[in-house]
């Protein structure tokens, strides 16, 4: 919780990245367009254990090529690790907790599934999306992994002051707070060490450019790594 906190702090005394957000918001393709299913079918049918990438434009590489989106690269770190894992990148650019919500039962259907990594909410955020509901969608999306027996990592996200001093405290808090009352595991920011820093974003500052990407593999793969079973 101090971790969370300490996080917040600093990054919201810089939050320049607002601007961006907000100029981004409007170009984000809708949640409800019918996209039912993630973008990319996993590649194998193999029986190998697998890990669900479900997220937005982060999980699903927006703006880079396949290799350099992070599920491809914790595949190549699972793979130098000795760990016989199949990652499955379910992001959707432009996806809201409900969007995920929406298609979760089929994600989460992929045999031998173990491990949900959720990356969803900074959609909700910019479209201003009450917290109580992304929470809530956030809350079912957990509740239907546990159900089919998968570990949970949840993945935190910031919000900025100028979104309100009282919605900024909700929703960073709600990630937390979903982590414990579900008691799953939590990683406090997904960016961290990224946001702000202009040689690790794109063009727009907010996504991660390849270089960028390869740290964000790293805070999850950290996070990750106590779940894994060789």
Known sequence: ??????????????????????????????????????????????NRPKIIALGDSLTA???????????YLLQEKLKA??????????????????????????????????????ELGANDMLRGIPVDKMKANLDKIIKKAKAKNLKVLLCGMLAPPTMG??????????FPDLASENKVEFLPFLL????????LNQGDGI????????????????????M???
């Open 228 to 230: 894994l079973e060789k």
């Open 81 to 118: 690790d000795g760990y016989d894992h199949e990652v499955v990148n379910a992001g959707v650019s432009g996806d809201t907790s409900l969007g995920g919500l929406e298609r979760a039962d089929w994600v989460l259907e992929q045999d031998n599934a173990k491990i949900l990594v959720l």
């Open 61 to 71: 590489g927006f703006g880079l090529a396949e290799k350099e989106s992070y599920p």
């Open 1 to 46: 919780m101090r971790n969370v906190i300490r996080i917040s702090l600093a990054f919201s005394s810089a939050f320049l990245l607002t601007v961006c957000f907000g100029c981004a918001a409007s170009k984000l393709p809708s949640s409800n367009t019918g996209a039912t299913k993630p973008l990319r079918t996993p590649s194998s049918t193999s």
């Open 207 to 226: 996504h991660p450019n390849a270089a960028g990407e390869i740290i964000m593999t790293e805070n999850i793969y950290k996070a990750l790594k106590p």
């Open 192 to 199: 961290e060490n990224i946001a702000m820093k202009k040689e």
């Open 165 to 174: 001093a009282s919605y900024q405290r909700e929703f960073t808090m709600a």
